[in-house]
């Protein structure tokens, strides 16, 4: 039972285009979600979050968008650079519990 | 945020054998966090460890397979027993920073033969 997916396994993108990364979840009791990056060889870095009582997020060239209704999140990254090709998991988590649960992951290609 | 630092980043290990892969966290935190992460997969968290505590196994990760320790605060290490090629995987320490953002070691690479 898949609770966060992806069901984008990768997303090609020209540099300084928009990308958009799509995550869909089942779990109505997630009140967190965020988003990771990461480069082969690395642990995942933390790229953004929300609350899910926001519906968007922005830092940067980084906005994450929340749809509670339809249990739907997105990452926006623009403009695009070379440097964000990596891979991009979404996962969710229930505050009292510390537990994060992840997507499959989509590996973003940001072509010069 | 906190810096995480894994040992081995790396290994060759034979089958039935057993690894241990140690965490090490630059500041006292109460919950330290196993991750695995199998090949073209998700990361799929396999226990929590708390100090002082025996460390909370997910569904379909058990003790005997992955024994925990977490000696003091800064702290953790995770053993994979008695290793075949489905243990092939990448492990991951984490800790929580702030509310929920969690942070993660670099990693380690294991591969069973």
């Known amino acids: 039972d898949q609770q966060v997916k992806q069901n984008s396994p990768s997303l090609s993108v020209q540099e300084g285009r928009i990308s958009i990364l799509n995550c869909d979840y089942t779990?109505?009791?997630?009140?967190?979600f965020l988003w990771y990056k990461k480069y082969p060889a690395e642990g995942p870095t933390f790229l953004i979050s929300?609350?899910?009582?926001?519906d968007k997020n922005e830092d940067g060239r980084f906005t994450v968008f929340l749809n509670k209704s339809a249990k739907h999140l997105s990452l926006h990254i623009v403009p695009s650079q070379p440097g964000d090709s990596a891979v991009y998991f979404c996962?969710?988590?229930?505050?009292?519990?510390?537990?994060?649960?992840f997507g499959q992951g989509t590996t973003l290609q940001v072509k010069p | 945020s906190a810096v995480i630092s894994q040992k081995p980043s790396r290994d060759i290990c034979q089958r039935g054998t057993s690894l241990t892969i140690q965490c090490q966290v630059d500041?006292?935190?109460?919950?330290m966090f196993w991750y695995r992460q199998q090949p073209g997969q998700s990361l799929t968290l396999i226990a929590t460890?708390?100090?002082?505590?025996?460390?909370?196994?997910e569904s379909g990760f058990v003790i005997d397979k992955f024994p925990i320790s977490r000696p003091n605060l800064t702290f953790s290490t995770l053993t994979v027993s008695n290793m075949s090629p489905e243990d092939s995987s990448i492990y991951l320490c984490?800790?929580?920073?702030?509310?929920?953002?969690?942070?993660f070691g670099q990693g380690t690479r294991l591969t069973v033969v």
């Open positions: 460890a708390n100090q002082g505590s025996e460390a909370t196994y």
């Open positions: 984490s800790v929580m920073g702030g509310t929920t953002e969690a942070f």
């Open positions: 500041s006292q935190v109460t919950m």
């Open positions: 929300i609350s899910s009582i926001k």
């Open positions: 779990n109505s009791m997630f009140d967190y």
């Open positions: 996962a969710a988590s229930a505050v009292d519990t510390g537990k994060l649960i």
